[in-house]
Every structure is written in C-alpha cells, then in structure tokens.
C-alpha cells in the first residue's frame, strides 16, 4: 500500500513537470518518474522478504532479479538527467534560456535552419 | 554457433569504446566504425544462412544457468534484419564520411553506440534487456540529433527527447507490473500469459504503447516528422533505415511471441494500421521540402508495415517482411538522395530547385529507381511487397484495408511526382545553377575553396577532388535504386528466403523451446 501510494505521488509529479516548458523542469520530472519506475520494480519483488539475497543467508530471501533491474534503471535514469540537464545549459547558450518552445515562429520551419553546403570538418 | 550471436552487439560496442580512445584520429576511427560493421554484416549473414530453414540459434550470455541468464536469439526475421541494418548503416556513416559531416569526434562512437542497441535489440530474448537495449540507441540517436547544434535542431531534438523518454519510463513501468504478476521477463516463458491473464495485461499492454510510440504509429507519430529533418542528413538515413524499423520489429516479436498471435487485437492492429497509412501520406501533402515530405511518408509506411499483424496468416505476414526488408534500403536511399540535393544546391526546398535531371542524371535516376519502389510500382521491389499484401488483405476478407492501402499507394506516388518535378524537371534554378561553387565549397581535406568574397569562382574547379564527393554523393542512392529494381525482378528469391521467418513469426514453437533452453 506505500508503495502504492509512494509510486502515484511520484508519476503525479513527475507528469506535471514533464508538461512544463523548460528543460530544467523537464528533467526533474523524468528524475521523478524514473522514481516510480523504480519503486515499482523493487516492490515487483515483494517487500516482505527483506534479507538481502546473498548465498547462504538465513530467512526468505529478496528476489534478486528487480533489484538488478531497478539498479540498471536508476543508471540510465542518471545517464538521462546529465545529458538533459546538459542539453538545457547548451540551451542557454543557443537561445537565452532553457525554454525550448518558439514564440514566434514555427519550429518545425526547416527553413529556420538551412543547410550549410560545407557543413562539418571545421 | 553460438558465438556468433554475442557479435552484433559486442562487435560495436568494442568499435564505440575504441572510437572514444582514438577521438582525435578520425581516419583511424571510420577505419573501426567500417570494420566492425562489416563484421556485423559477415555474421548475420552466416545467421541468415544457419536459420534458413526455421531453425533458431540462441545462447545463454555468461553462460549462466537458464532463468538468470540474459538470453539472445535469432531466428530467420532476426538475421535478415541484422543484414539489411548493418548494410544501411554502413552506408549511411559512408556518406557522412562524403558529406563530412563525421566531423564531429564522437559521431563515429555514437553511430556504433546506436547500432549496438539496434543489434542487441533485435537479437535478445528478453523484456527487460529489450527495454536496455532501446535506450542505448535512443541515448546515442538523442545525442547524433542534437550534435550539430543551433536552435532548430534544439527545439526538434527537445521534443524527440521528451517523447521518447516518456515512452521508456512507460515501457519500465509496464515491465514492473509485467514481472510483478507472472515473475519472469523471458519473452519464450510469456508466452501465452497474458492471453490468460488479465493482470498481466495490463504490463504487457503498457509495453506495446511504448514500442508503439518508437515505431511512431498514428496516434502516437507527431514527434518523427518533426525531428527527423532537423537531424544532418546521413543522421536522417541512419535513423530511417534503423529506429522506427527496430520499434516495428519488436511489435512483431512480442505479439508473435508474448502475445501469442491473440486474434482479440487483431481489430485493433486492423485500424490502426488503416489510420497510419492515411494520416502520413496526408500530413507529406502539406510539406515544401524533400525530407519533410519523406518524413511524414515515413509514419504513412509504417501502415503498411504493422498491416500483417491485423491479418496474421502465413501469406500477409511473407509479404509485411518482404515489405519490410525492401522499404528500409528503398526509404534509405530517398534520403541520401535528398541529402545529396541539399549538399549539392544548399537547400532541400522544393521551390528553390528545379531541372536536376539535366544537371545531375545518375541522381536523378536513383532518386527515381527508389520512389517508384516507395510508392509500389512495378517491376521495383516495392511491388512485390506492396502487391502480396494487398492481395493477403483480401484473401483474408479485409476489403476495405486492402482498398486504403491500393489509395495510399497513389498518394504515395502524387508526393513522389512532386518532388520529382520539384527538383528534377522544370527550368533549372538558381540554386541548382550554382550547384558547382557549393560542391567547390564543400571543405577539402588537402586544399581550399576557389571563392572570392563576390561569390564567383575564381578559377576552373579544382579537378579530382569535387568530382570524387559528387560520385561519392550519388553513388549509395543510385546503387539502392538499382538493387530495388533487380530485386523486383527477381522476387521469388527473396519471397523463398522470408517465407520460413514468417512461418517462424506465425508459429513460434521451435523459438520458445530454443529460448527456453538454450
């Protein structure tokens, strides 16, 4: 039941964050829904078993395989926010600040962005 | 045997590290990236030809016992689309190499880091690692779509990033509340589950939506003609010929596989695929530009490719593989040639150009060759698939998918027509008449520009070297387009490969005793 509870507080906020407009923001909810995703996987195991899953241990042992999971997750997740919150510091520097929606013009106009013939091996 | 499955991502992913440590050695890294994807295609071809005739390969990796162990597999969809993968990145990272746009020092342990998911992709046998395996070609494709900088590419890339990223915590979650139920994620022990179920489809029904989001099917495509064409064009290439192809793939697997062919989704697939088509071929009508158009062409096709999940007999899905092995090299070769446009004249809108058939005809001719195949014209390679499909949509009594798919084709070929006589006919422009001091601008390793301040060239155009990247431009789509044609010609080979990976698909029974106990 926590964990219920634990997971959709995590999803609410992550969403809300995820439909605002900068990166920065952004990230923080894709910090919080890798959260429930983790919280999701690690209960998939069920939280009653609560010795780690070492060879030899007494008692009901943890099932190994999501926390495994859960730990690859929480990896990518930490890939994901560095690069994001790279992106939204890049964003600085290329349009001002870290709001990525064009006020004006229509993002997808490629003809906001030509194509430079000598691109490249500068 | 075995070993050989371990190859198409191991292979890579030792290139990618490599190309890190020699970043500032870029002839040594296109040495490695070349290398290793050639290996690659070396071992799919010996899995097309050990899976032949049904048979499965798999391994356990580590050698752990069956249960722990990551388990990969290949069977005859996986080989044929290892080949035609590697073969078109191969390509694609050629023509980067012309255009120079590999100028970047870590594009070449990207373009590995994004080929090793698609490998490792399409190779295991595995929720969770399939799961792993997207977001280490989409963590690379985040980065290849945003690495040319600038505030179009930007915003384009913010909007790809938060779809896709959105997609893989839904996927995760999906996998969580998968395992949570039934305890495993060995897509051979799901398999038939959830059909039983209902609790566990919940989380294999998440796990659709998400792969759903990849292959971009309507409604779920808007974030791929938006991004697709702010990447660099070889960029472009690559991710056609391999993302939203690999997001296809795993629809395939997991409704052949977990799902077990459950006909209760049928319907579904059925409309969806009829809603893809048209929606992509109406969206390329609004478009003035080469690659915007082949862009929403894009979503149109993936249509056609998930049709043979609604029909699901023997006959229709022969037909989507056949489809979709051709469409990857076909849609492949349309963008480099829209690359070569661009890089030739500097622009790919189609107001801006006109009489390229004059000036450049081999161009012309693989530009042609590709979109007859696109739209399904005989005697291509596009008219063979697009042609069993449709007869396989009404022998199974689908008359009116048959139908949209017969007038999506045409639409196809009304969106082909203009850009050919956008680009190709008319009077030449300006921006095609100038097309010789672009191509004397494009940057030569040993040598300059000829361009005074004024604009004009100053002198004769420097001899081998202009002429070298024209040919290296034009070559890969005009070969594409050739190959489209032979392959046309001679369908019944390529009908008689596939035809044992769609019994495969259709009946996975030696794919589940394999996985299982590998």
Known sequence: ?????????????????????????????????????????????????????????EGALADPLPQAFALTAIVISFGITAFLLGLAFHSRDALGDDDVEDPVGDADDPAADPVEPGEGER | MNALLAAPFAVPLTGAALGILLRHHRSVQRVVTATSLLLVLAAAVTLVAATGDGEVVATRVGDWPAGLAIVLAAD?????????????????????????????????????????????????????????????????SYVLLTLRGGAAPLRAGVIYITINLLASAVFLIGVALLYGQVGTVNLAELHGLVTTDPNAQVGAGLVMVAVAVKASVVPLHAWLPRAYVHAGPAVTALFSGLLTKVGVYALFRLYSVVFAGDAALQPLFLVVAGVTMVVGV??????????????????????????????WTTAAVT????????????????????????????????????????????????????????????????FVGKFLLVLAAFEADHLLLGATAV???????????????????????????????HIEGLPVP?????????????ATPPASAPRVR?????????????????????????????????????????????????
């Open chain 1, 1 to 57: 039941m926590s964990a219920a509870i634990i997971v959709g507080l995590l999803a609410a906020g992550g969403t809300y964050l995820i439909l605002q407009r900068g990166i920065v923001r952004m990230a923080l909810g894709f910090v919080l829904l890798g959260h429930a995703a983790t919280t999701l996987l690690t209960a998939a195991g069920g939280l009653g078993n609560r010795v780690a899953p070492f060879a030899g241990a």
């Open chain 2, 76 to 140: 005859g969809l996986t080989a044929l689309l290892l080949v035609i993968t590697s073969a078109m990145a191969a390509i694609s990272v050629a023509f980067a190499r012309t255009r120079g746009e590999d100028h970047h020092e870590l594009f070449h342990p990207l373009v590995l880091t994004l080929v090793t998911g698609v490998f490792l992709a399409l190779t295991t046998a595995d929720l969770f690692n399939l799961f792993v395996a997207f977001e280490v070609m989409l963590i690379a």
């Open chain 2, 282 to 311: 109406l969206g390329a009508v609004g478009r003035g530009d080469m690659r915007g158009i082949l862009a929403f062409h894009m979503v149109s096709q993936v249509g056609y490719l998930i049709l043979p999940l609604g029909i």
């Open chain 2, 319 to 382: 037909a989507g593989l056949v489809y979709l092995l051709q469409y990857i090299a076909v849609k492949g070769a349309l963008f480099l040639a829209a690359g070569a446009v661009e890089t030739l004249t500097g622009t790919g809108q189609l107001k801006q150009l006109g009489g390229m058939a004059r000036t450049r005809p081999l161009l012309a001719t693989g530009f042609m060759l590709a979109a007859l195949a696109l739209a399904g014209i005989p005697p291509t390679s596009g």
């Open chain 2, 407 to 437: 007038v999506v084709s045409l639409f196809t070929l009304l969106s082909m027509i203009k850009i050919w006589n956008g680009v190709f006919w008319g009077d030449t422009t300006a921006a095609v008449a100038d097309e010789r001091r």
């Open chain 2, 446 to 458: 040993a040598g300059g520009a000829t361009d005074t301040p004024d604009g004009e060239p100053t």
């Open chain 2, 470 to 518: 024209a040919i290296g431009l034009i070559a890969p789509s005009l070969a594409i387009g050739i190959t489209a044609l032979l392959v046309g010609l001679g369908a019944n080979a390529l009908v008689e490969l596939v035809t044992p990976a769609a019994d495969a698909l259709i009946d996975p029974s030696r794919y589940l005793e394999v996985v299982m106990r590998p």
